[in-house]
């Protein structure tokens, strides 16, 4: 370069290069910084857990079959939290782990550094990132991850969609986070995809699948079904809750079981003779524990009489689910007597005995 014929280009250039390189070493000083002063992966658990507005994960039954998409939404949680055992998890996301249901109502498993939410889905997948077609389980899923690589989301089909909003939902969505301070290189998408394999077979062993749906009321076609050993109907998806109540209500009428209406919304319609009939339904749990006053007893567990034609009985300890029945199956004058032994009849087998 001519330095004689362009001195100020050549001083231009010379201070340019000179902030370069002071750029370069404050960038590197500044990694330095930040690797050694800055904010450090975290090293164990989160603490206090659960978590603000979470609550403990509690042993339910498993679905079969589709059922795992027709769940009460506190009842989903929970089978997904313990889909697998907890040293599963552990070796699933490398570490220690906790598990809550979180504020939102999802299964939520954390390790140190990596956050996994999962839930029933009844949308489309949305992502930001690139997807990818994959079978989980023997499921149809879409995989992506982002470009920054600290979320890997997993979407897995496990049901037909239903012709009941609201009520199922045919997906399953797993969404990984890493720590932004944890600068792993782990292979997130490999991981949640590696999770699905886990859990999707344990909520869709063989089994049933969603049933159709008829007639204005969303009826069920009948069907026989006990209840649960040691659940009864606890914790069911929606259709096993009113085939259950209508096995029970029809046994103690003597009506066929052909003859009831099992509904999607876990209740069962009118059961009826020419001298009584009754209907059911199952109360879901709720993700926060209600104040109700269970002054009464059926089938030795806490109840409530509403009326002399309706009580409730309350099912679990742990949570406050429920079944209602209404009933005109009296033999006698004295209403409220005749409900409660009706109730003691029919209860047994939907407590699990």
């Keep these: 370069m001519n330095f004689k014929a362009h001195p100020y280009r050549s001083v231009s250039l010379l201070i340019v290069a000179v902030m370069a390189f002071w750029a370069l070493v404050g960038y590197g000083l500044f990694l330095v910084w930040d690797k050694v002063f800055g904010p450090q992966a975290p090293t164990s658990l989160p603490s206090p857990w659960p978590s603000a507005g979470g609550s403990a994960v509690r042993t339910v039954p498993m679905p079969t079959g589709e059922m795992v998409a027709a769940l009460p939404a506190r009842t989903a949680a929970d089978v997904l939290c313990t889909a697998v055992p907890e040293q599963s998890w552990s070796k699933l996301l490398g570490g220690p782990i906790a598990r809550e249901i979180d504020g939102l109502g999802y299964c939520h498993v954390v390790t140190a550094t990596l956050s996994l939410e999962v ?8 992502t930001t990132g690139a997807t990818k077609p994959v079978r989980v389980g023997g499921h149809d899923a879409t995989l992506a ?3 920054g690589k600290t979320i890997a989301n997993l979407f897995v ?3 037909r969609t239903s012709p009941v909003p609201g009520m199922v939902y045919p997906m399953l969505d797993f969404d990984l ?10 292979d997130l998408p490999a991981i949640v995809q590696a999770i699905g394999d886990a859990v999707v077979p ?3 062993a063989p089994g049933l699948p969603l049933p159709p749906v008829t007639g204005t009321g969303n009826e069920l076609p009948p069907r026989e079904v006990g209840g649960v050993p040691g659940f009864g109907i606890a914790d069911s998806a929606y259709p096993m809750a009113a085939w259950q109540l209508c096995t029970q209500l029809a ?5 066929p079981i052909a003859e ?4 999607m919304d876990g209740s069962c319609g009118n059961v009826s003779t020419q001298a009584a009939f009754a209907t059911a339904s199952y109360v879901p749990p709720t993700f926060r ?4 006053s269970w002054p009464d007893t059926v089938a030795g567990r806490p109840a409530r009489l509403d009326s002399d034609r309706s009580i409730e009985v309350k099912l679990r300890d742990d949570s406050n689910q429920s079944v209602r029945i209404f009933s005109s199956a009296g033999r006698s004058t004295d209403r409220r007597r005749d409900l409660q032994e009706f109730a003691e009849l029919v209860m047994p087998p939907l407590l699990g005995r």
């Design 177 to 186: 986070t890493e720590d932004f301070r944890a600068d792993s290189g782990r």
């Design 157 to 159: 089909t496990v049901a």
């Design 202 to 204: 344990a909520v869709t």
């Design 119 to 126: 839930h029933p889905d009844d949308a489309k997948p949305f």
């Design 289 to 292: 524990e209600q104040e109700k």
């Design 145 to 147: 991850g982002d470009e």
């Design 260 to 263: 009831t209406k099992p509904k």
């Design 251 to 255: 046994k103690a009428l003597s009506v």
